[in-house]
C-alpha cells in the first residue's frame, strides 16, 4: 500500500493512512510530523516524510519535532523506530506525557471491544489493529512538556496546542492560525472503520476515556472557524 501526502496549506501535508492519519509541516529547512500511526505504519510514514523533503527544494529538510495529539497505539506507534533513524523531539500535552511514556495507560480495552465483535465493521478493525501492532509495548521516553494555548512556530508554522479531552486526559488540537487548518486528532473526526457515517462525527463511545467531556469538546470543536479540518481518522475536511 501506499499513501500520498496532499498539501492542504502551503508546507501542510495531509496524510490519510490506512487506519488513522498524520500530518507534516515542512518549512525553514525541517520537517514536523504530528501523530505517526500505528507499528506497522513505519515504512509509510518514512515514504511520506521523503516525499514531502524531496518536494522541499534542494536542501532536504530534517525531521526535527514530533506533536502528539494524544498516545493511542495508532498514533504514536512508529516514534521508536523512527527514533533510531532521526534524531527528534517528541511534544505533547502535559496530562497526556503519563499515556505517551506509559506510565498510565488510557486507551479502549479487550473487555470494551468484546461486545461489540459480532459487528462486521468491529471485527475487520479488531484484526487490522492487531496486525498493525495495536497490542504493542509503543511508550515513548522523553516527552516534552507543551506550553498549551501559547503559540510556538514549528517548521515555519505558528501552532497554537489547545486543550481538547475527554478522548483521553490530555488530548490536545493544533491550531494552524496562519493557515486556516485545525488538527483535531480523535477530538473530532470524519470517519472511522467502527462506523457507517461519512462526514464529521465523534468516535463510538467505547473509545473515549470520559464520553461526557469528549461530547462537549466535540461540540466546541464543531465550531471552530478553520477552513481545513485534518481529523485522526478520515478524510480532510475544507468547509
Known amino acids: 500500500m501506499t499513501v500520498a501526502p496532499v498539501e492542504v496549506a502551503p508546507g501542510v501535508h495531509f496524510v490519510e493512512g490506512p487506519a488513522s492519519n498524520w500530518t507534516i509541516l515542512s518549512g525553514d529547512g525541517t520537517m514536523t510530523l504530528v501523530d505517526a500511526g500505528y507499528p506497522a505504519d513505519l515504512e509509510l510514514v518514512e515514504a511520506s516524510l521523503r516525499s514531502v523533503a524531496a518536494g522541499s527544494g534542494p536542501e532536504l529538510p530534517r525531521l526535527t519535532s514530533v506533536l502528539v495529539t494524544h498516545g493511542h497505539s495508532d498514533h504514536i506507534g512508529t516514534l521508536t523506530a523512527l527514533r533510531r533513524r532521526h534524531e527528534f523531539d517528541v511534544l505533547a500535552a502535559p496530562a497526556e506525557v503519563p499515556n505517551v511514556t506509559r506510565e498510565q495507560l488510557h486507551q479502549v480495552t479487550v473487555g470494551d ?25 509503543v511508550g515513548v521516553p522523553d516527552v516534552v512538556p507543551l506550553d498549551l494555548g501559547s503559540a510556538r512556530t514549528f517548521s515555519g508554522h505558528r501552532v497554537v496546542p489547545t486543550a481538547a479531552v475527554g478522548h483521553t486526559p490530555g488530548h490536545t488540537v493544533f491550531s494552524l492560525p496562519d493557515d486556516d487548518v485545525l488538527i483535531t486528532g480523535d477530538a473530532l473526526v470524519t470517519g472511522h472503520p467502527t462506523s457507517r457515517l461519512d462526514g464529521v462525527q465523534m468516535l463510538h463511545p467505547i473509545f473515549h476515556d470520559d464520553l461526557a467531556e469528549a461530547g462537549r469538546t466535540y461540540g466546541r470543536l464543531v465550531e471552530h472557524r478553520a477552513q481545513t479540518l485534518l481529523p485522526g481518522h478520515g478524510p480532510a475536511l475544507l468547509r
Open 113 to 137: 471491544v468484546l461486545p461489540h465483535l459480532y459487528k462486521p465493521r468491529f471485527a475487520r478493525w479488531v484484526l487490522h489493529a492487531v496486525r498493525a501492532g495495536g497490542l504493542g509495548d
